[in-house]
């Protein structure tokens, strides 16, 4: 078990500026003995804790933290997500769709019998890869929107009036 410094719900909180005793109150149904348990890992969180919390603190990183990491589902299917720089982020999309692009063909001639066969299994893999890449790319982008929404630096509801016209 890690140490009270080291979890993450511990450090969200911390970085919110709230103590248990304040963030209970503006998480309204979570008491600090809980919380404090949660921190001191003895307790298990539940999602509806983590949204909650995620949102109080603003920090949506608690949500990808707890599907990739805490969540039986989660950690088999749902890749951690580390929140990175715009800039970064769009270089390693451009990196990854430029390689796909490459790909295309090779991923049409794969396919197009709709029988993947030994021969065909490496490259395969590799194009499977490099779309997982994408995924993790674009799920990034998505956390990043979301911390600049919970930190005010996007206005959320014109973000979400374009995103849902």
Not at 116 to 136: A, G, K, M, N, P
């Amino acid at each position: 078990m890690s140490k009270n410094n080291e979890n993450v719900y511990y450090m969200a909180r911390k970085k919110s500026g709230c103590t248990r005793e304040k963030a209970a109150e503006l998480l309204e149904s979570i008491p600090p003995e809980r919380i404090e348990r949660i921190e001191n890992n003895k307790f298990n969180i539940h999602p509806d804790e983590v949204i909650r919390m995620a949102e109080v603190y603003k920090d949506p990183t608690l949500c990808n933290h707890y599907c990739s990491n805490e969540c039986p589902i989660g950690m088999q299917y749902v890749p951690e997500i580390k929140i990175k720089d715009l800039t970064q982020i769009v270089l390693e999309m451009l990196s990854s769709l430029n390689s796909m692009k490459k790909s295309q063909e090779r991923l049409i001639e794969i396919t197009a019998d709709g029988v993947i066969d030994d021969t065909e299994l490496t490259d395969f893999i590799f194009i499977q890869q490099e779309l997982e890449r994408i995924s993790v790319t674009v799920e990034t982008l998505q956390l990043w929107a979301e911390q600049m929404i919970a930190e005010g630096k996007i206005d959320m509801d014109k973000y979400n009036a374009i995103k849902n016209a």
